[in-house]
Every structure is written in C-alpha cells, then in structure tokens.
C-alpha cells in the first residue's frame, strides 16, 4: 500500500492550494481517508477526513469553511481544496487510510503518505 502526496508548495496569505494523494494497493471508495499537517515543533493534527462510500466529512474547527476534502475513487486519488489560506496553516501535510476508531485521531489511521510542505507567508 503506497500514498503519495503531491502539491503543497509556497502561497500568499489569502490565496488557494489544492493537495492530492494519490493511492495504490487498495481501493480508496472501499476506505475513509483522512489529512493531517504537522507544523514546526508541533505535533501532527488532524485536518479533515472524507468517509468511505457515501462521502461524509469532517474538519478540525480550524479549517472549516476554508477547506474541502474530496475523492475521485476512479482515480484512487484524495484531495483537500485550501482556501483563504492563512500563515499558521503552513506545515507538511499528510494524506492517510482510515482503519477505524475515533476519526480526528492518528491511531485510527493505518497507511501514511511522505507529505508535502505548504507554506503560506504574510
């Protein structure tokens, strides 16, 4: 099982990104997936997760309105759509499957991608 996440990248405060992981080994419409993002000296958060089959999502308070996980299972591939970016929500963001238990946190998350750096300046 592989995820790569790809993407991230150097934006303005106020400005959009979009971040993808792209999958294999598993089918993704059979599986939640989650995003997380760990800053600097801080430790990983969850971001948001998108539920298997009918799509249900969830965010942490800090991102909602402003992003939008997102799946195309024919792909096999997550998005997370981030807009009205703001400086604190530059980290490394990691994409990862769902095993089970309380969504928002790490342990209910099997397989991880290696992440990709977004950086938001003022």
């Known amino acids: 099982v592989q995820l790569q996440a790809s993407g991230g990248g150097l934006v303005r405060a106020g400005g959009s990104l979009r971040v993808s992981c792209a999958t294999s080994?598993?089918?993704?419409?059979?599986?939640?997936m989650g995003w997380f993002r760990q800053a600097p000296g801080k430790e990983r958060q969850f971001v948001a997760h998108?539920?298997?089959?009918?799509?249900?999502?969830y965010y942490a308070d800090s991102v909602k309105g402003r992003f939008t996980i997102s799946r195309d299972n024919a792909k096999n591939t997550v998005f997370l759509q981030m807009d009205s970016l703001k400086p604190e929500d530059t980290a490394v963001y990691y994409c990862?499957?769902?095993?089970?238990?309380?969504?928002?946190?790490?342990?209910?998350?099997?397989?991880w991608g290696q992440g990709t750096q977004v950086t938001v300046s003022s």
């Open positions: 990862a499957f769902y095993r089970g238990g309380t969504y928002y946190r790490e342990e209910s998350y099997d397989y």
């Open positions: 080994g598993r089918t993704i419409s059979n599986y939640g």
């Open positions: 998108i539920s298997r089959n009918v799509g249900f999502t």
